[in-house]
């Protein structure tokens, strides 16, 4: 803060040399004229003093018989009158300024967030018909009422908001969480298999179960019937309660697994040479500057710079750089460490995948080979699998009534 002070008043840095600069140093200290950096070199010394200060330094280099000579000129006295030499420099300042308020007064970049049921196009032409858009003036936006046609227009979201942050308009929305799961409709059906495996668990909520712990079932096996018989007195189906099958089924059934991996494969080998393309976007378009890319196979990085000239006014004007990486395809040999490795993802992959859908492993045997042209890893796993697939009823699947309960069901 000092410095800041010292720079604003002004400042200037002499050498002092003469009879006696050491009385010079005492009677600048005895007038309180502040000094400052005092180095010495020799006989000559070189310090620091204010303008105010040097402008009593007359009569105190008549007494000591020492020189002053300037050395540099620092502070704001000494920069106004350079820049207000420089007319066009001014006017620019100016005219730089004016176009900073200018553009603070306009929306320049809007951001939404939190919607996934809803895109964002949606969302921007929801925003164009009700007149918010990029470019628009700041002040022609009222929060309230756009958070209040938001909720109004779309049933889906529960909470919103909306805020100003400099030149951007950012928008976050709360959507409701039960539109996102899946809508089922209550259908009436049955429950087949639609794996081999032998059944170790069983729990039925709904329906009619038609096997039982320890069968084994095959694809394509009714596992529980939807229809729930409703008895006469003389053992005949008065009417069927037709309902929608649910249970918990699991059987225990071996997964194959079977992964491979070429001998061979391509590599990128960067030749080191590069080249760069520069381009603009102004309000969406887009200006490119400079020529295409020369090289046969590259690879492109694309970096992007908004202009941002002070916190919170980011204007419609972007700065993007692709750099082509040259590169030559070499093929390249896997060797057996690095087969094992990408093998043994592969297949962690693929249990983490079985372990995601609920599937429990208790025994696994896999192994790796050694093909004509490629690396095989193979194996069985033993698995605890939910199974059951929903069919729904069609009409002639519905037994009419009066008929007999077959003994296999009665027995039941």
């Known amino acids: 803060m000092i410095g800041f002070l010292k720079w604003v008043r002004g400042y200037v840095q002499i050498k002092v040399w003469g009879f006696a600069p050491e009385r010079f140093l005492n009677l600048c200290s005895n007038k309180n004229i502040l000094l400052w950096d005092i180095k010495k070199d020799g006989d000559i010394y070189y310090l620091c003093i204010s303008l105010a200060g040097f402008y009593r330094l007359k009569e105190i280099t008549r007494k000591t018989g020492?020189?002053?000579?300037?050395?540099?000129?620092?502070?704001?006295?000494f920069l106004v009158p350079q820049i207000l030499s420089r007319k066009v420099f001014v006017l620019g300042l100016f005219a730089a300024c004016f176009f900073w308020f200018w553009s603070s007064r306009y929306i320049w970049e809007i951001n939404i967030t939190g919607n996934t049921i809803i895109t964002e196009d949606v969302f921007i032409d929801f925003l164009k018909e009700h007149g918010i858009r990029v470019g628009m003036q700041s002040d022609d936006l009222d929060i309230e009422e756009l958070e209040k046609e938001i909720r109004r227009?779309?049933?889906?979201?529960?909470?919103?908001?909306?805020?100003?942050?400099?030149?951007?308009l950012e928008i976050s929305v709360k959507e409701n969480d039960a539109l996102l799961a899946p809508m089922q409709e209550?259908?009436?059906s049955d429950l087949?298999?639609?794996?081999?495996?032998?059944?170790?668990?069983?729990?039925?909520?709904?329906?009619?179960?038609?096997?039982?712990?320890?069968?084994?079932?095959?694809?394509?096996?009714?596992?529980?019937?939807g229809r729930v018989p409703v008895y006469n007195e003389d053992t005949t189906v008065r009417k069927y309660q037709c309902v929608r099958s649910d249970a918990d089924i699991?059987?225990?059934?071996?997964?194959?697994?079977y992964e491979e991996l070429p001998f061979y494969y391509?590599?990128?080998?960067?030749?080191?040479?590069?080249?760069?393309?520069?381009?603009m976007k102004l309000f969406g378009k887009m200006l490119e500057v400079g020529g295409s890319c020369s090289f046969t196979v590259y690879d492109t990085v694309i970096t992007e710079k908004e202009f941002e000239p002070l916190k919170g006014l980011t204007l419609p004007f972007i700065l993007g750089?692709?750099?082509?990486?040259?590169?030559?395809?070499?093929?390249?040999?896997?060797?057996?460490?690095?087969?094992?490795?990408?093998?043994?993802?592969?297949?962690s992959a693929f249990i983490s995948g079985l372990e995601e859908k609920g599937v429990q492993i208790i025994e696994k045997d896999v192994k790796i080979e050694t093909g004509s042209d490629r690396w095989i890893l193979v194996g069985k796993l033993q698995v605890i699998e939910k199974i059951g697939t929903e069919v729904p009823f069609t009409e002639e699947s519905i037994v009419e009534e009066g008929t007999v309960i077959p003994e296999s069901i009665e027995s039941e």
């Open 266 to 279: 391509m590599d990128k080998v960067y030749t080191g040479r590069e080249q760069e393309s520069h381009y």
């Open 186 to 188: 209550d259908i009436l």
């Open 66 to 77: 020492t020189r002053v000579v300037i050395l540099k000129r620092c502070g704001l006295p």
């Open 153 to 168: 227009e779309f049933q889906e979201i529960t909470w919103t908001s909306a805020k100003l942050s400099g030149t951007s």
């Open 250 to 257: 699991y059987v225990q059934r071996i997964q194959e697994v």
């Open 321 to 347: 750089t692709r750099c082509y990486r040259e590169y030559q395809n070499t093929e390249r040999i896997y060797t057996t460490d690095q087969a094992k490795e990408l093998l043994i993802k592969k297949y």
């Open 192 to 225: 087949y298999a639609e794996k081999d495996g032998l059944i170790v668990s069983m729990i039925v909520r709904s329906g009619v179960p038609q096997v039982k712990i320890g069968d084994r079932v095959e694809e394509g096996t009714l596992l529980v019937d």
